[in-house]
């Protein structure tokens, strides 16, 4: 079964051009317009409903894509926690080291070719339970 890919961004047009380009190539997604709201959402299902990839905005109001990490490190360490994350930013991370092991980033504006091929990859891995980067 294919999962979906989860998008966090607090921006709808973000969202909705990450979407329909996901869709548009038979991807299923979830969309979430904060960190706290997609918590919520993913706690709320069951772990074979769970997505293959988190792709989540890094900087945003209320808590970033680090506190996200780390929270979902810190509550569910063996289980969400290992959804792999693709952080987005159209800002520099200051401290790209300080990114958590296995999260990939995309520099916004990215190309859709850079998301195809970070959805695909991690759908294929997910698939074929090949190890994570």
Excluded at 7 to 31: Q, S, W
Excluded at 35 to 41: F, V
Excluded at 95 to 106: C, I, Y
Aim: charged share 25%.
């Amino acid at each position: 079964m294919l999962r979906s890919i989860c998008i966090i961004d607090d921006d709808e047009d973000v969202r909705d051009v990450i979407t329909y380009a996901l869709e548009y190539e038979g991807y299923k997604t979830l969309n979430f317009e904060n960190p706290r709201n997609a918590i919520k959402g993913l706690e709320a299902m069951a772990s074979d409903q769970w997505p293959a990839l988190i792709i989540l905005d890094y900087y945003m109001p209320e808590m970033n894509g680090l506190e996200f990490v780390a929270y979902l490190k810190e509550h569910h360490p063996t289980t969400l926690a290992s959804i792999p994350v693709a952080f987005s930013s159209a800002y520099a991370i200051k401290d790209e080291k300080s990114l958590p092991e296995g999260v990939f980033l995309m520099q916004k504006p990215f190309d859709l070719e850079t998301l195809l091929s970070v959805a695909k990859f991690y759908i294929q891995t997910e698939q074929t339970n090949l190890p994570l980067i």
